[in-house]
């Protein structure tokens, strides 16, 4: 059955699956994005949670699963498994970039064998549409077609229904720092796109995520952290720091450092070379026995290597998110004291991570060090790193960066 706009139709069966087909017309440089909305009869959202999307693609029961496709993307519904409260669901569609609605060849939205509607595209203008709704009424579920258009992206359309979108997020723009999070690695690096959900909530929470920033990776290889690059987690700490290198940084670059005896700076850390990273550095030449890195011996020596990031970083003219990795044995107390007041002058956070160890010594007393411009340092310890949760790490990863990004504002260490 073809349904024109504003025609609806009764649903005869709870399970349903809509597909949206949206091919572009040639030279076509955006991209277009569905989102659906679960609605109350006041037509808002409960919460952010009832916004859908590709950072949010699917409800926990499985009531609700968006999936892309070539040109496409596919809602698949239980409506059964849909909450009492929930009286609409809004299924949209977003173009991301500077064509309009008119830059799209055709709109077709299918239900099953059930029901077809083509939207108009020539001439509109709109850079969103509602293209339909699922409602309840007396007792049924129905189907309304409509391709309304709306003004704006994703950032008005998600307020229109209740969303909280940061108020200094543009106007006419979708939330930026999730959307290009999330597809900057769907393109490089698929495999991390699980973790861009878990991000980009701490970067909300700590409100970080239009705050531009270097992030450089600090990594231990005495011999003691054998048992820690031997499990992988080593990588798995830095996929999960490159992350945030993608979010904070423009070209997505970070800086890694290795340290234990001596130190040594590597190459940048990308999307295109993470994967196996660790790998390739620690086979770059022989090692010995009690090496982890070439080269480098088999004992802590942190000064040196906390001395040349900040030598390389303390005329940066964006903050510097360093995250330094140690399972401890932690000695040289004055001499990381010094560096730490001297860095506290420079646009540098440290963010120190324990990892499986004990130990930590001067890094487990951070906050009653004082005798330093502002405090710029936060530790925390990873006594399992199995056991971590994704969200629980970013929560802690983040925590206190804001707060010392304000007072470096305020001191003037760092430029708005």
């Keep these: 059955m073809d349904l024109q706009a504003g025609q609806n139709i ?11 087909s949206y091919p572009a017309t040639a030279g076509f440089t955006g991209e277009v994005d569905a989102s659906a909305f679960l609605l109350t009869a006041e037509g808002k959202v409960r919460g952010d949670g009832d916004f859908y999307f590709f950072n949010h693609p699917a409800a926990a029961n499985d009531s609700l699963v968006l999936q892309a496709l070539p040109q496409g993307s596919r809602l698949t519904l239980d409506l059964a498994k849909i909450d009492a409260e929930i009286s609409k669901i809004a299924i949209t569609l977003v173009i991301d970039g500077p064509e309009a609605v008119s830059h799209l060849r055709q709109i077709t939205l299918t239900a099953g064998d059930i029901a077809r509607f083509e939207v108009a595209t020539a001439g509109r203008t709109e850079k969103a549409l509602i293209v339909a709704e699922v409602y309840r009424h007396a007792g049924n579920w129905k189907l309304r077609a409509l391709g309304q258009g709306f003004n704006g992206g994703l950032a008005p359309l998600a307020v229109h229904y209740g969303v909280d979108v940061e108020p200094d997020a543009p106007a006419t723009q979708p939330p930026v720092a999730t959307v290009s999070l999330e597809k900057k690695l769907q393109a490089q690096a698929p495999r991390l796109v ?19 920033a270097k992030v450089a990776f600090v990594l231990d290889a005495s011999g003691s952290m054998k048992g820690q690059f031997r499990k992988g987690n080593v990588q798995a700490v830095l996929d999960r720091i490159a992350v945030l290198a993608v979010q904070f940084d423009d070209d997505g670059a970070m800086d890694l450092w290795g340290f234990a005896e001596r130190h040594r700076k590597y190459p940048d850390v990308t999307l295109a070379n993470l994967d196996e990273y660790i790998d390739e550095i620690q086979n770059t030449a022989k090692r010995s026995a009690w090496e982890n890195l070439p080269g480098l011996g088999g004992v802590n020596n942190e000064p040196p290597v906390m001395e040349e990031i900040i030598d390389t970083f303390k005329r940066s003219d964006l903050p510097v998110f360093v995250v330094f990795i140690t399972d401890g044995g932690i000695s040289k107390t004055r001499e990381i004291k010094q560096a730490i007041q001297r860095s506290a002058n420079y646009p540098i956070f440290w963010k120190f991570v324990g990892l499986g160890g004990m130990n930590y010594g001067v890094l487990e007393n951070l906050d009653t060090f004082t005798d330093r411009r502002l405090d710029n340092t936060h530790f925390f310890a990873i006594d399992d790193f199995a056991a971590m949760k994704d969200e629980r790490l970013y929560d802690l990863l983040l925590t206190e960066f804001r707060q010392w990004h304000e007072a470096a504002v305020a001191e003037r260490i760092l430029r708005e």
């Excluded at 009764?10 to 597909?19: E, F, H, M």
């Excluded at 699980?194 to 531009?212: F, H």
């Design 194 to 212: 699980s973790l861009a959900k878990e991000a980009t909530i701490s970067l909300k929470k700590y409100k970080l995520e239009s705050v531009r």
């Design 10 to 20: 009764v649903l005869p069966q709870t399970s349903l699956q809509l597909t949206l």
